[in-house]
């Protein structure tokens, strides 16, 4: 009778991991997207949480609209934010290369609040109903414990994306040149390194990127509306700082953990403090160890 | 001398214009010559100025930009409204249970600054903004799981963190009130807030702050946002005056709020979300960063435009994210900057240099 009693306890733990995996590998994916423009731009792009809206957005219309099949609604998403995500580099962000922090970030602000807003006037305020790209479940265990197949997709992805982004910052000429940028655009310049196009194209990684978390997101909560992205590009941000900032493997970690931290909380603490809980997480980290848990400390030279 | 003269007189240039505006607003009032909807929303104005100008001295004077403002907005207006309707049956007299409350709503505010600003004004630049902003999503959430009542024997107050508690559990005696219940917000409060109170508030809160910025520790702190590896080696105190302006910022934002709380009989947390911190942040961009008639007018004119134009409420955050973006592109481009100081030989830098 009490082991029955434990092993349903355990298999709700087991399940509640799988969904922090889920969510953690989700955030990691848009943690990426951050990670890298900070490193290369220094800067905190806050319209990224609104190019994932944007992706998921297309996507959706895609495949009701157009429809498409569910990998080329996915191929046009990426397309679209990628020249998003261009367009809004070269338009905002180069002008103010040399501008105080800042000003960067009120113009980011600004940004992201343009994206909601032109949502909302293009789809409307209404939650959209969002079909997953797959349907269905694992059963294991007598079906004590279902894993949607969404949830394997979206785990599969996040470790293809890194194992891929690995080897293209450690192995391509680009990729060299952005770890160059990202140590110092001066003397990458000097080296004959195009600090501009580097830089534009982080972003369009970054983009590209945000559009399959979008797909990724949405096909796990079905719901999609205008400020879809704001709290999960708020909390990947958080994921990156968590696990270190300018991080690959920072990103993924800090992702990971953050995604079990706020599935735990949600199932064994209280739903409504879920996110206060992810924040002071964060607040106490940046206490602790203000460089993340890979991240390397930098002094500042004078 | 002459240039400490000339903010000297910018400084009461905004004071009379101020009061200026206040009597000119009042006896249109007496004479039934503002709108209905233009009457309602004498107070939110007041309110916003207060949070501009508030603002205003955390991102312009000390260049730290937080994104939690309407948080410390949030702490002062359901502190203030617990004081105002707790002390319902001890002071009968409205305007002192309404200064009692503003006082407070700041000091809670003030608080909750000193505890965010403690330990996180040492981290720098985009950390700050998205540590306020995380700050301002766990009071609203915070204060949804909060139920709080009064009764003869003084208030009672519960944490409702699981969602199962209820408003019974308070265990109120007969004739007690419930003031906040948790993700309803505030309900049935005595809007005792005045626009005569409005005016009090900005009237204090511009002495506060324009007498801050331009004292000693005024200048320590607009050296900090300059250079703060200079500062800092010239001995300025950098977590002394960072805290300062912080403290003070909530404080005078924590008043907004309560008089913001006492306006409406109905007010719920989630009004105080991320949108309205923006809101305050457009206002301080637009009205100028550092200068801080700007943040007044600015503060008033964009409250009072959608109210104006009807219909043009759809568009109106789709154009303040423009304006938000373009408003920066301008002020940071080179060419502009040269054309400007040709143009105006004293510019705001000069002055502030000088200050």
Same mark, same amino acid.
């Given at each position: 009778?009490?082991?029955?009693?434990?092993?349903? #306890?355990?298999?709700?733990?087991?399940?509640?991991?799988? @969904?922090?995996? @889920?969510?953690?590998?989700?955030?990691?994916?848009?943690?990426?997207?951050?990670?890298?423009?900070?490193?290369?731009?220094?800067?905190?792009?806050?319209?990224?949480?609104?190019?994932? /809206?944007?992706?998921?957005?297309?996507?959706?219309?895609?495949?009701?609209?157009?429809?498409?099949?569910?990998?080329?609604?996915?191929?046009?998403?990426?397309?679209?934010?990628?020249?998003?995500?261009?367009?809004?580099?070269?338009?905002?962000?180069?002008?103010?290369?040399?501008?105080?922090?800042?000003?960067?970030?009120?113009?980011?602000?600004?940004?992201?609040?343009?994206?909601?807003?032109?949502?909302?006037?293009?789809?409307?305020?209404?939650?959209?109903?969002?079909?997953? &790209?797959?349907?269905?479940?694992?059963?294991?265990?007598?079906?004590?414990?279902?894993?949607?197949?969404?949830?394997?997709?979206?785990?599969?992805?996040?470790?293809?994306?890194?194992?891929?982004?690995?080897?293209?910052?450690?192995?391509?000429? /680009?990729?060299?040149?952005?770890?160059?940028?990202?140590?110092?655009?001066?003397?990458?310049?000097? /080296?004959?390194?195009?600090?501009?196009?580097?830089?534009?194209?982080?972003?369009?990684?970054? @983009?590209?990127?945000?559009?399959?978390?979008?797909?990724?997101?949405?096909?796990?909560?079905?719901?999609?509306?205008?400020?879809?992205?704001?709290?999960?590009? &708020?909390?990947?941000?958080?994921?990156?700082?968590?696990?270190?900032?300018?991080? &690959?493997?920072?990103?993924?970690?800090?992702?990971?953990?953050?995604?079990?931290?706020?599935?735990?909380?949600?199932?064994?603490?209280?739903?409504?403090?879920?996110?206060?809980?992810?924040?002071?997480?964060? #607040?106490?980290?940046?206490?602790?160890?203000?460089?993340?848990?890979?991240?390397?400390?930098?002094?500042?030279?004078? | 001398?002459?240039?400490?003269?000339?903010?000297?007189?910018?400084?009461?240039?905004?004071?009379? $214009?101020?009061?200026?505006?206040? %009597?000119?607003?009042?006896?249109?009032?007496?004479?039934?010559?503002?709108?209905?909807?233009?009457? $309602? *929303?004498?107070?939110?104005?007041?309110?916003?100025?207060?949070?501009?100008?508030?603002?205003?001295?955390?991102?312009?004077?000390?260049?730290?930009?937080?994104?939690?403002?309407?948080?410390?907005?949030?702490?002062?207006?359901?502190?203030?409204?617990?004081?105002?309707?707790?002390?319902?049956?001890?002071?009968?007299?409205?305007?002192?249970?309404?200064?009692?409350?503003?006082?407070?709503?700041?000091?809670?505010?003030?608080?909750?600054?000193?505890?965010? $600003?403690?330990?996180?004004?040492?981290?720098?630049?985009?950390?700050?903004?998205?540590?306020?902003?995380?700050?301002?999503?766990?009071? !609203?959430?915070?204060?949804?799981?909060?139920?709080? $009542?009064?009764?003869?024997?003084?208030?009672?107050?519960?944490?409702?963190?699981?969602?199962?508690?209820?408003?019974?559990?308070?265990?109120?005696?007969?004739?007690? !009130? %419930?003031?906040?219940?948790?993700?309803?917000?505030?309900?049935?409060? *005595?809007?005792?807030?005045?626009?005569?109170?409005?005016?009090?508030?900005?009237?204090?809160?511009?002495?506060?702050?324009?007498?801050?910025?331009?004292? =000693?520790?005024?200048?320590?702190?607009?050296?900090?946002?300059?250079? =703060?590896?200079?500062?800092?080696?010239?001995?300025?105190?950098?977590?002394?005056?960072?805290?300062?302006?912080?403290?003070?910022?909530?404080?005078?934002?924590?008043?907004?709020?309560?008089?913001?709380?006492?306006?409406?009989?109905?007010?719920?947390?989630?009004?105080?979300?991320?949108?309205?911190?923006?809101?305050?942040?457009?206002?301080?961009?637009?009205?100028?960063?550092?200068?801080?008639?700007?943040?007044?007018?600015?503060?008033?004119?964009?409250?009072?435009?959608?109210?104006?134009?009807?219909?043009?409420?759809?568009?109106?955050?789709?154009?303040?994210?423009?304006?938000?973006?373009?408003?920066?592109?301008?002020?940071?481009?080179? *060419?502009? !900057?040269?054309?400007?100081?040709?143009?105006?030989?004293?510019?705001? !830098?000069?002055?502030?240099?000088?200050?």
């Amino acid at each position: 009778m009490n082991d029955e009693k434990d092993e349903v #306890i355990s298999m709700e733990f087991l399940s509640y991991l799988i @969904s922090g995996v @889920s969510l953690g590998s989700v955030y990691a994916i848009i943690a990426l997207g951050y990670t890298m423009v900070y490193g290369i731009a220094k800067m905190l792009n806050f319209a990224h949480g609104d190019v994932i /809206m944007v992706g998921g957005y297309i996507s959706l219309m895609a495949m009701s609209s157009l429809g498409l099949p569910w990998w080329l609604a996915v191929i046009l998403a990426m397309l679209v934010c990628t020249v998003l995500g261009v367009v809004i580099e070269g338009l905002a962000y180069k002008p103010l290369r040399a501008a105080p922090s800042l000003a960067v970030l009120i113009t980011a602000i600004g940004v992201s609040y343009f994206l909601q807003n032109s949502a909302l006037l293009i789809w409307g305020a209404n939650p959209k109903a969002y079909t997953p &790209i797959i349907s269905g479940a694992v059963k294991l265990f007598d079906g004590q414990l279902s894993i949607s197949y969404v949830s394997i997709l979206t785990v599969f992805m996040c470790l293809v994306i890194m194992v891929a982004l690995t080897m293209f910052t450690g192995k391509t000429r /680009m990729g060299k040149a952005m770890r160059a940028c990202s140590e110092d655009k001066a003397a990458a310049q000097l /080296m004959g390194i195009n600090v501009n196009r580097t830089i534009s194209m982080t972003f369009a990684i970054g @983009s590209a990127l945000a559009a399959i978390a979008g797909v990724l997101l949405c096909s796990s909560y079905t719901s999609l509306m205008p400020t879809t992205g704001s709290m999960p590009g &708020i909390k990947a941000f958080t994921a990156a700082v968590f696990g270190g900032i300018g991080s &690959i493997p920072g990103a993924l970690l800090g992702g990971i953990l953050l995604g079990i931290i706020e599935s735990m909380a949600k199932a064994y603490i209280s739903t409504q403090l879920a996110n206060s809980i992810v924040f002071a997480v964060l #607040i106490i980290m940046l206490l602790v160890r203000p460089a993340g848990l890979l991240g390397k400390y930098v002094p500042e030279k004078v | 001398m002459k240039k400490l003269k000339k903010t000297t007189a910018i400084d009461f240039a905004t004071y009379a $214009g101020v009061i200026l505006a206040f %009597v000119v607003i009042t006896v249109m009032k007496d004479q039934g010559m503002l709108t209905r909807s233009l009457k $309602g *929303q004498l107070v939110p104005i007041c309110c916003y100025i207060v949070m501009a100008v508030s603002l205003n001295l955390t991102v312009g004077v000390l260049g730290e930009l937080s994104l939690g403002h309407a948080g410390f907005m949030s702490v002062g207006a359901f502190s203030g409204v617990v004081a105002a309707m707790g002390l319902q049956s001890a002071i009968p007299s409205e305007p002192l249970r309404l200064a009692i409350a503003l006082v407070v709503g700041a000091a809670f505010a003030a608080m909750a600054g000193a505890i965010v $600003g403690v330990p996180v004004l040492r981290l720098r630049g985009d950390y700050l903004a998205i540590v306020t902003l995380a700050f301002g999503e766990i009071i !609203k959430e915070l204060i949804n799981c909060l139920i709080v $009542g009064v009764d003869s024997q003084g208030l009672h107050l519960i944490f409702n963190a699981t969602g199962t508690k209820g408003v019974s559990d308070l265990g109120l005696l007969e004739g007690g !009130k %419930v003031l906040i219940k948790g993700a309803q917000g505030a309900t049935g409060t *005595q809007t005792i807030a005045s626009f005569t109170a409005g005016f009090i508030l900005i009237m204090v809160s511009l002495v506060v702050v324009l007498n801050l910025v331009r004292s =000693r520790s005024g200048r320590a702190i607009m050296a900090l946002r300059d250079n =703060r590896i200079a500062a800092e080696s010239v001995g300025i105190n950098v977590t002394k005056y960072k805290l300062m302006a912080f403290v003070t910022s909530a404080a005078l934002a924590g008043a907004a709020g309560a008089l913001y709380g006492l306006n409406f009989s109905n007010l719920v947390a989630t009004k105080f979300d991320f949108n309205t911190s923006i809101l305050v942040l457009v206002f301080v961009v637009l009205g100028g960063l550092g200068n801080i008639w700007g943040s007044i007018l600015a503060a008033t004119v964009l409250t009072i435009l959608p109210e104006a134009l009807r219909g043009f409420d759809d568009y109106r955050m789709l154009i303040y994210a423009v304006v938000l973006i373009l408003v920066m592109l301008a002020t940071n481009n080179p *060419q502009l !900057k040269a054309l400007l100081a040709k143009l105006i030989p004293h510019s705001r !830098k000069g002055e502030e240099a000088n200050a």
